[in-house]
């Protein structure tokens, strides 16, 4: 049983396209991390959130901690946004985290 | 500014083999981590340290040893690998110790690529 769903698992956008990627988790959690990982591998951490919103650039990071959910917006795709999205939370307020499988994203000029 | 940096990058082993993996931070960061990536999971824990000295056994630790050599070095090591340790293996740290409610920003190295044949 996976503690952390996101959804989709994939998905196709057309440059300049309105991004919203899912976050359900079932543990109770203070924050929740966002991390990017390109083709090559490598892992980004995007936003580290406990409420409200945030955003950096064209990314807008949203939680809600009562209903166990967070998106992550991405306005105006670019194909530089392909990558692989990660959600991840800390497992019962430590600071080890559970990771989502991850949303592969693919943006077509 | 380095980050966090692992090596090697890349490595194939013949079964019943042993390597050790290293990872070095230079971020004076408290906690680090090591991970593995198979298809179609999600990243899984591996082994923890929320400190010098003191490490933690994470989801998957069985067939792996770890050392944190001092604040900035933390070492994965495979006594006799198998074909099922086939995987990508992630070092990362944050700048929170365990046991607090809030988790700092994590930052990862750029990955091990570990093929047992």
């Known amino acids: 049983k996976n503690e952390v769903e996101q959804s989709p698992q994939n998905l196709t956008a057309q440059e300049g396209e309105f991004i919203t990627i899912n976050c359900s988790y079932s543990?109770?959690?203070?924050?929740l991390h966002w991390l990017q990982q390109h083709p090559g591998g490598g892992i980004v951490s995007l936003f580290m959130?406990?409420?409200g919103k945030k955003k950096h650039g064209r990314l807008i990071a949203t939680i809600n901690i009562q209903e166990k959910h967070s998106s992550l917006h991405i306005t105006a795709s670019h194909p530089r946004d392909s990558a692989v999205y990660i959600c991840?939370?800390?497992?019962?307020?430590?600071?080890?985290?559970?990771f989502g499988t991850g949303t592969r994203l693919q943006v077509f000029p | 500014n380095a980050g966090v940096t692992q090596t090697p990058k890349f490595q194939v082993l013949k079964t019943g083999q042993s390597m050790t993996l290293q990872c070095a931070q230079d971020?004076?960061?408290?906690?680090m981590y090591w991970y593995r990536q198979d298809p179609g999971m999600g990243l899984r824990l591996i082994y923890y340290?929320?400190?010098?000295?003191?490490?933690d056994k994470g989801e998957v630790p069985n067939g792996y040893n770890v050392s944190r050599l001092n604040k900035r070095e933390f070492s994965l090591r495979l006594e006799s690998a198998a074909p099922s340790q086939t995987s990508v293996y992630f070092c990362?740290?944050?700048?929170?110790?365990?046991?607090?409610?809030?988790?700092?920003?994590?930052?990862f190295g750029e990955g091990s690529r570990l093929t047992v044949l």
């Open positions: 340290s929320a400190s010098e000295g003191t490490t």
């Open positions: 991840a939370a800390p497992f019962y307020n430590t600071d080890k985290l559970i």
């Open positions: 971020m004076n960061h408290n906690s």
């Open positions: 543990v109770g959690i203070s924050a």
């Open positions: 959130l406990s409420s």
């Open positions: 990362a740290s944050s700048e929170h110790s365990a046991g607090t409610a809030y988790t700092g920003e994590l930052f």
